[in-house]
């Protein structure tokens, strides 16, 4: 079946440019997290729905980022004003309740 | 705070070699631990999920154990070969509250030479 999927693969955009990364998780995951991969920092968490109830947003790295899951399936990860700091690749990843998390491809944000 | 180790940070073998990945953790309170793969320019590939009641799990070439209260996991692979060439990732999944985030160690890159 089919696994989840990001887009765009890869972004370039100009400091101080909003962003937005999509996810489309594995259909009839309950589970959508946000990490973010940067050299030097590994990957780190950044925020996770499950759900109806309320997102943990604990990862977020800055009030520059939001994200929200439409519908229980879509998820959008924006960054506002971005900063040069902020280039990474962001994975996002889903998962049955707490079971096994299933990783996209990412989105290699670079911020010029 | 969790925190997960792997060491060392990169490894690399003769073809046909076994090898053992470590992972260690800091608190054992922990609901399952993953072993993820990574190829360079990639997403993460999940290789087994081993519950916090769970003591091993195999999977073809690959086994990965667990040992909760000292905080530890292995990944063992038979018979290296150029193509297991990978970054190998383990992450934890805390065991408490309604949030499963994976805390993710750095990986361990591993070569494998023909």
């Known amino acids: 079946g089919a696994g989840v999927s990001q887009s765009p693969s890869n972004k370039v955009t100009e400091k101080g440019k909003d962003v937005e990364l999509r996810c489309d998780p594995i259909s009839g995951h309950t589970a959508l997290y946000w990490y973010r991969q940067s050299l030097g920092q590994g990957l780190e968490f950044l925020i996770y729905f499950q759900g109806n109830s309320a997102p943990d947003k604990s990862g977020l790295p800055s009030d520059r980022f939001s994200a929200e899951r439409t519908g229980g399936s879509v998820s959008t990860l924006t960054i506002q004003r971005t900063q040069q700091e902020d280039s990474a690749v962001y994975l996002c990843?889903?998962?049955?309740?707490?079971?096994?998390?299933?990783f996209g491809p990412g989105t290699r944000l670079t911020v010029l | 705070k969790q925190e997960v180790t792997q060491i060392p940070a990169a490894l690399s073998v003769p073809e046909g070699e076994n090898l053992v990945l470590n992972c260690s953790f800091t608190?054992?309170?922990?609901?399952?631990l993953q072993w993820f793969r990574q190829d360079p320019g990639k997403g993460l590939t999940s290789l087994l999920l081993i519950q916090s009641s769970q003591r091993e799990q195999t999977s073809g070439r690959l086994n990965a154990s667990l040992d909760k209260s000292s905080g530890r996991s292995t990944l063992y692979i038979a018979a290296s070969q150029p193509g297991d060439s990978a970054t190998y990732l383990c992450a934890v999944t805390p065991r408490s509250g309604a949030n499963s985030k994976l805390t993710f160690g750095k990986g361990i890159t591993l070569s494998v030479r023909p």
């Open positions: 608190d054992s309170a922990i609901y399952n």
């Open positions: 990843a889903s998962s049955f309740h707490h079971n096994e998390q299933f």
